[in-house]
């Protein structure tokens, strides 16, 4: 399949002058004086990497390793010293949310002007004004100039403004801390939403339970190289100084869940409850291995479900193993809920149901 984005040797780098200088008058002095200083500084070395249609690639570093740098120069607002980055399709970048915004006018207004700086036409943009209204939740408060938003409002409505496309290719660099709680999780559902689309992704966080749960893969830069690119697991663990078989709590395809019980005397029934998410494959599977140390007889029963799926119920064994129907290439919810009724032996203090959920091939 061809890459629908293919970054080729990119390098960037910028002038970092030793003198302060005030104005383009003293700059013309200082420069004809020769007396300019300045060094450079390679923000980027020759980074290069491809992105297959559909893919969600994240991208970690610490900060100043050149992770903005590089989505702006995809975004094409930067353009690189040297090396080429080539894109197949629209993009629609999550970068500086607000930006090309006009603190006088209205966020009425500013709809239409950042719209049109993010490449959509005036018809466009009506016939979804209601939606990035509802989106943004404002109100009333949408007819106000944006001085007097908050800068969690100002957030918001940025990023209703972006989001009311299903681009080919998203760019998001740190934009799921918007707002309050319910905003980040209806923003971070859109997000999904997206990817469930076909949307390519490039994805920039320091957030690695994020990265671990919505990417396919992971680039790692430090100090504008490119230190590694694989899979979610292998490179967050070397990332986080794991060892590379380490799964971890938070590990993509991978979610321990202890189903705690409420009480250890005897004839205890427990009804038990997880949920986590888990990237499918090509083959659109989702599979689990599970294991329950209780002594059974036969009565038990656990339900698992996928997204919206209808329920899969079977009796509980000592070892399971469990493949689900799912979306391919998708991110999806995995529901399981587990029912026992038995005798525990009263020096038992810590029983567990151990849910592997293994990343769908």
Request: one cysteine or more; aromatic letters at 6%; a negative charge.
């Amino acid at each position: 399949m061809e890459p629908i984005i293919e970054v080729k040797d990119v390098s960037i780098c910028f002038r970092m002058q030793h003198d302060r200088v005030s104005s383009l008058k003293e700059y013309l002095v200082q420069s004809l004086r020769g007396k300019l200083s300045y060094e450079e500084f390679w923000a980027l070395k020759n980074i290069s990497f491809s992105v297959k249609r559909g893919e969600v690639v994240g991208i970690i570093g610490h900060n100043g390793a050149g992770k903005s740098t590089l989505l702006k120069i995809i975004s094409g607002i930067l353009r690189p010293a040297s090396g080429s980055v080539t894109c197949l399709g629209n993009i629609v970048p999550m970068l500086e949310l607000g930006s090309g915004f006009d603190q006088d006018l209205t966020g009425h207004e500013n709809i239409f002007l950042n719209g049109a700086i993010l490449g959509y036409s005036e018809a466009f943009l009506k016939s979804k004004y209601e939606e990035i209204l509802e989106f943004s939740e404002l109100g009333k408060f949408i007819e106000q100039p944006i001085r007097n938003y908050s800068s969690g409002m100002l957030m918001r409505l940025a990023f209703s403004i972006a989001a009311v496309v299903d681009p080919e290719i998203l760019i998001v660099d740190e934009i799921l801390a918007v707002g309050d709680a319910d905003f980040q999780k209806k923003s971070k559902e859109r997000m999904l939403e997206m990817m469930k689309g076909g949307t390519t992704v490039l994805f920039v966080s320091h957030t690695l339970s994020q990265i671990r749960e919505m990417c396919n893969r992971v680039v790692w830069i430090e100090h504008g190289e490119l230190v590694d690119l694989g899979p979610i697991r292998e490179i967050c663990n070397r990332y986080e100084g794991r060892d590379q078989d380490d799964d971890g709590e938070n590990a993509v395809g991978t979610d321990i869940k202890t189903m705690d019980r409420g009480s250890v005397y005897p004839d205890n029934w427990c009804g038990e409850k997880a949920e986590f998410r888990i990237h499918t494959g090509g083959s659109g599977l989702v599979r689990m291995k599970l294991y329950c140390p209780f002594t059974l007889d036969g009565s038990e029963h656990i339900s698992a479900r996928v997204d919206d799926r209808p329920p899969v119920k079977m009796g509980v064994q000592e070892h399971m193993d469990l493949v689900l129907p799912a979306a391919a290439n998708a991110v999806v919810k995995v529901q399981l809920e587990a029912s026992f009724s038995h005798r525990t032996p009263p020096d038992i203090r810590d029983v567990s149901l151990l849910l592997d959920g293994v990343k769908g091939e």
